[in-house]
Nanobody, 122 residues
Framework: QVQLVESGGGLVQAGGSLRLSCAAS??????MGWLRQGPGKEREFVAAISVSGTRTYYADSVTGRFTISRDNAKNTVYLRMNSLKPEDTAVYYC?????????????????WGQGTQVTVSS
């Protein structure tokens, strides 16, 4: 059984930074991703990282501001978010990509955490 637990969300002013963490247990030697769902919006891809951590992928809206990383020894995936904007306000989810492909598609992720709220005030 795979369990993913996110932490690190909170309230921050525009231009601020947060670091999200995702503690994983179970079979998590897969590509991992962060996705988010803003108020009244569909769930969308934010960032993903390969098994080894050598390849990373980002949505255009966060490129240059967010950084995804992983520590396989700790079974933890991180999302560093800088220069936050009010439009980044959302529930952020960590998820496992079971097929190591189609990283930009939310339907390619089979296990999800419970989510952590990020609110950016203007």
């Amino acid at each position: 059984q795979v369990q993913l637990v996110e932490s690190g969300g909170g309230l921050v002013q525009a231009g601020g930074s947060l670091r999200l963490s995702c503690a994983a247990s179970g079979r998590t030697i897969y590509a991992m991703g962060w996705l988010r769902q803003g108020p009244g919006k569909e769930r969308e891809f934010v960032a993903a990282i390969s098994v080894s951590g050598t390849r990373t992928y980002y949505a255009d809206s966060v490129t240059g501001r967010f950084t995804i990383s992983r520590d396989n020894a700790k079974n933890t995936v991180y999302l560093r978010m800088n220069s936050l904007k009010p439009e980044d306000t959302a529930v952020y989810y960590c998820a496992r990509n079971s097929i190591n492909a189609r990283l930009g598609s939310p339907t390619s992720y089979d296990y999800w955490g419970q989510g952590t709220q990020v609110t950016v005030s203007s």
